[in-house]
Each structure stands twice: as structure tokens, then as C-alpha cells.
């Protein structure tokens, strides 16, 4: 069956532009995480939905940051007025259930702020 | 707050040769404990996970013993192959959360 999909896969954008990154997780599965990775770097922790409630947003690093999962399927995470820091690979992962350990995670966007 | 720490890489072996990947951990309470891996162009995949002190993970001849007495999860495998090559991620599950925190990563390289 389809894993994880996400697009884009490449995004290059000028600083102050926004952008959408969109995340197509398993068919079926509850949860739904969105990680950052800086190069060279393990990923970091963003966000997490339960369905199309947004149970933890803890790991977003400001409010230029927003995610969404409007009906529990697809989430798109949107980056306002990007800066270069924000340059890294963005992961989403979903898992069945709330209690499940496994992840599966998706291939990425990779985000280049110029 | 919970942490990994890996050894660091690059690490470059001959096929065949024996690998050791060290992993630490600080968590609260008893968080699982994973490995997963990332093939080039593709995304992260679980290797093994072990959830309570003691338990081994295994999978595709590697091994990983979850202990608790020394915060370790250090991953082994007895023969490596040119396809192992790739980016190898220790990462914790705390016992109260649901997100992954994840170590920095190590690459290895194997070669023929």
C-alpha cells in the first residue's frame, strides 16, 4: 500500500515569501506528526494532531509557524514571511493509533530560504 | 528535558566487518527506545525498538539491547554489507508523550 507522501519534495524560496508543505499520511491513521531537520542534524519535534485536533505544538518555533489537518486526513504546515534559518528537510510521520510506537515517516520536503 | 546522544560519525567500514553504533539516553520515567535508518533519497524507516528494560530489538541481523543501568541502547551487527550504508538515528519514545526525540544521526558507510 501507499506510505507517507509529501509535496513538495523541493522548495526553494525568497526570504519573506511563504510556503505550504503538504502531507498525505497513511490511509486510515490517527496521528500525525510533523518533524524539522537541520542539516547534519537528528529531526526535531513540531507538532502533533489526533485526528484534526492539534494536540501538541510545542516544538514550533514561532508563530510564523502554522499546521493544520482540517479533516483528519491531510495537514499542510504553512511557513509566513520565511527566513533562513527555517532552511531544512521537513518530515511528516503518522502512526495508526494514539498508542502505537511505530511511525512511518514520509520523504520530506526539502526548504531552501535564499 | 529528554535527550540522545550518538556516537558521532562518519563511520566507514569493509563488508563484512563487525559495527557497533553507541547510543545514550536521559529520559524521565521509562521512555522506548528505537533505531531507525535513512536510505539515501528515502525517508526514515524503524529498524528495531525495544520497550522496557532488557528487551533486545533485532531485524535484518542487527541487534540492540535496551539497558537501563547504564542508559544505553547501543546497536550491533555482526557482518556488515555495502547495502547497510546509510544514516542510522537512535531515538526515544518518552512513556508520557507521543513525539520521537531523536539523536543526531550517524553515517555509515560500508565498503566493498
Known amino acids: 500500500g501507499a506510505g507517507v507522501s509529501q509535496s513538495p519534495r523541493y522548495k526553494v524560496a525568497k526570504r519573506g515569501q511563504d510556503v505550504a508543505l503538504r502531507c498525505d499520511p497513511i490511509s486510515g491513521h490517527v496521528s500525525l506528526f510533523w518533524y524539522q531537520q537541520a542539516l547534519g542534524q537528528g529531526p526535531e519535534f513540531l507538532t502533533y494532531?489526533?485526528?484534526?485536533?492539534?494536540?501538541?505544538k510545542s516544538g514550533l518555533p514561532s508563530d510564523r509557524f502554522f499546521a493544520e489537518r482540517p479533516e483528519g486526513s491531510v495537514s499542510t504546515l504553512k511557513i509566513q514571511r520565511t527566513q533562513q534559518e527555517d532552511s531544512a528537510v521537513y518530515l511528516c510521520?503518522?502512526?495508526?493509533?494514539?498508542?502505537?510506537?511505530?511511525?512511518?515517516f514520509g520523504p520530506g520536503t526539502r526548504l531552501t530560504v535564499t | 528535558g529528554d535527550s540522545v546522544t550518538q556516537m558521532e560519525g562518519p563511520v566507514t567500514l569493509s563488508e563484512e566487518a563487525f559495527l557497533t553504533i553507541n547510543c545514550t539516553y536521559t529520559a524521565t520515567g521509562y521512555p522506548s527506545l528505537f533505531w531507525y535508518v535513512q536510505y539515501p533519497g528515502e525517508g526514515l524507516q524503524l529498524l528495531l525498538k525495544a520497550t522496557k528494560a532488557d528487551d533486545k530489538g533485532s531485524n535484518k541481523g542487527f541487534e540492540a539491547t535496551y539497558r537501563k543501568e547504564t542508559t544505553s541502547f547501543h546497536l550491533e551487527k555482526g557482518s556488515v554489507q555495502v547495502s547497510d550504508s546509510a544514516v542510522y538515528f537512535c531515538?526515544?519514545?518518552?512513556?508520557?508523550?507521543?513525539?520521537?526525540?531523536f539523536g543526531s544521526g550517524t553515517q555509515l558507510t560500508v565498503l566493498p
Open positions: 531515538a526515544l519514545l518518552p512513556g508520557s508523550a507521543r513525539q520521537l526525540t
Open positions: 510521520a503518522s502512526s495508526l493509533a494514539e498508542l502505537t510506537y511505530e511511525q512511518y
Open positions: 494532531f489526533q485526528n484534526e485536533a492539534q494536540l501538541d
